[in-house]
C-alpha cells in the first residue's frame, strides 16, 4: 500500500513549508510521505526560521529549498500552500493562511511557528486516523 503523500507549497520553501513538513514528519514517522516544494528558486532556510525549530528541538539547519516537481504534485494526495501568492501548482487543496517569517522578530516567528506546529499536529490526526 502506498503511503498517502502531503506536499507543502511556498514561494521559496525556506520557512513556512520546511517548518510544516518537519512537524508533519515528526508527528506522521513513516505513515505518511512528507515533502515541501517553493515555485521560485532560494538557497537555504531562513535563518529565523532554523533557529525557531532548533528551539523546538527539530534541526532543519540541513534542509535545502528545493522547487516544486509537478510529477510529484499530481501525485500527492494533499497540496498544501501556506499563505503566499504561489504561481504554477497544477492544484491546491488547502491554504494554511500563515504569514511569512522573512524579517520577522524571534517572538514573531515563534507564534508562527506555533501555529504551524498545530496545525501539522491537527494534520497528521485526521491522515493517521
Not at 507543502?8 to 525556506?14: A, M
Not at 501556506?82 to 500563515?98: E, F, H, N
Request: aromatic share 4%.
Amino acid at each position: 500500500m502506498n503511503k498517502p503523500l502531503v506536499l507543502f507549497v511556498c514561494r521559496h520553501n525556506t520557512g513556512r513549508s520546511q517548518m510544516a513538513e518537519a512537524y508533519l514528519r515528526l508527528f506522521t514517522g513513516d505513515a505518511v510521505e512528507v515533502a515541501s516544494a517553493g515555485t521560485e528558486a532560494a538557497d537555504a532556510p531562513n535563518a529565523g526560521v532554523v533557529a525557531a525549530m532548533a528551539e523546538d528541538g527539530i534541526d532543519i539547519s540541513a534542509a535545502r529549498p528545493k522547487l516544486i516537481d509537478p510529477a510529484q504534485a499530481a501525485r500527492a494526495e494533499r497540496v498544501i500552500t501556506m499563505g503566499c501568492d504561489v504561481q504554477g501548482v497544477p492544484r491546491i487543496d488547502a491554504d494554511w493562511g500563515l504569514p511569512d517569517p522573512k524579517g520577522q522578530p524571534p517572538e514573531r516567528v515563534r507564534e508562527i511557528r506555533d501555529t504551524v506546529k498545530a496545525k501539522a499536529r491537527a494534520l497528521a490526526l485526521e491522515l493517521l486516523r
